[in-house]
């Protein structure tokens, strides 16, 4: 597989390269060079889960791994289900969290995790670094738990994160490290960047970000949006309107993948809360970030979206309009009366898939049918969820299996000094 700097079209890469890397010059993200052709996406929607993706990552990947292989990182990282549930008539959610930390992010961080342990040098240490608000956190220190040659260290800001989500990835132990840090999210992000500044540091433990932007990430969730529209009957799979919430957009961005690669979708919809930097680019043509503002659906509190110039590409290399992208924007009261809605239909929903519901169905027409990504479990939200509704909403097995752990965090102050010696005694 080639991928190439959107910085720089001259800089190319291996998969093994853009994995291990993360970012070209410039910070510029990579893109693929060649977009893989399914001439019979009907054959591939009949196949399992299992099957079909090894299929569309093998397409992707190319000679550099063997098919063999890649079913085998696809068979360890995708270990559950993304099932779709009618919510009501035409309308339907895809279930993307029944992954161990019970949101989508499960999907593209283990078989990011899959794929760096494939493409890493035999000899080279491995040391993941990352500061995390919640949810990816959990998802990279769940997905490289038990990947003995890899160690992963994992800085939070201490007391700012809630205590359901510290307890979910903060009582592993083995090859993960959490460090609560006696600071600011942004004290944490500036700590990690300390450490890849400092190239001696970088090569005795071998720093590698597995950060958001990896294109393992987005190449993994290309294929649940497959399995999605093989479960929808056949006749409702012509007329497919899609949509996704969105913060980084790097879910959008896989979608779109997928209908470049045959998927049949008529329309995807950009799903985001008031951090609306998107829907009023693709209104008025111009990018004009706004200071970030807090939400209660904060996964999507983002107003420099990362992904955004891999829309871009693709759209211009399948010559499709941005005018073709519904879009919509939801605020917090909006979102809350949508959840009561959703729960009077029967479906229990948290803040992000009730954003893509409320906006899907106000944009969906006569025939149409509707899916919208349901990226996270309520549970994951549950005091938001629970305030909205009047209810205290059960915690699912692993969560409760957590929540009755014991915290191993360390505690340090914001002090690079301090960072190094965590890195080094974890080797
Ligand atoms: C990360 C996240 C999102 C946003 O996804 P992007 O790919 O960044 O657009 C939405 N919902 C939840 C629950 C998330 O964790």
Known sequence: MKLYNLKDHQEQVSFGQAVRQGLGSNQGLFFPAELPAFDNVDALLEQDFVSRSTAILSAFIGEELA???????????????????????????????????????????????????????????????????????????????????????ILYPKG????????????????????????????????????????????????????SINISRLLAQICYYFEAVAQLPKEKREELVIAVPSGNFGNLTAGLLAKAIGLPVKRFIAATNVNDTVPRYLQTGNWTPEPTVPTISNAMDVSQPNNWPRIEELCRLKGWGLEELGYGAVNDEQTAETLREMEQEGYLCEPHGAIAYRILNEQLAEGETGLFLCTAHPAKFKEVVDEILGKDIDLPAPLAK?????????ERDNDFEQLKAVLRSVQ
């Open 160 to 211: 700012k994160i809630s205590p359901l989500q510290e307890k979910l990835f903060c009582t592993l132990g083995g090859n993960i490290s959490t460090v609560a840090v006696n600071g600011t999210f942004d004290d944490c992000q500036s700590l990690v960047k300390q450490a890849f500044d400092d190239a001696e540091l970088r090569k005795e433990v071998g720093l590698n970000s597995a950060n």
């Open 402 to 410: 957590h929540n009755a752990m014991e915290l191993l965090s360390l």
């Open 67 to 153: 098919s063999e292989t890649v079913s085998q990182m696809v068979g360890n990282a995708f270990q559950f289900t993304a099932p779709i549930k009618p919510v009501k008539d035409g309308v339907y959610a895809l279930e993307l969290f029944h992954g161990p930390t019970l949101a989508f992010k499960d999907f593209g961080g283990r078989f990011m995790a899959q794929s760096l342990a494939a493409v890493s040098e035999s000899d080279g240490k491995i040391t993941i670094l990352t500061a995390t608000s919640g949810d990816t956190g959990a998802a990279v220190a769940h997905a490289f738990y038990g990947m003995d040659n890899i160690k992963v260290v």
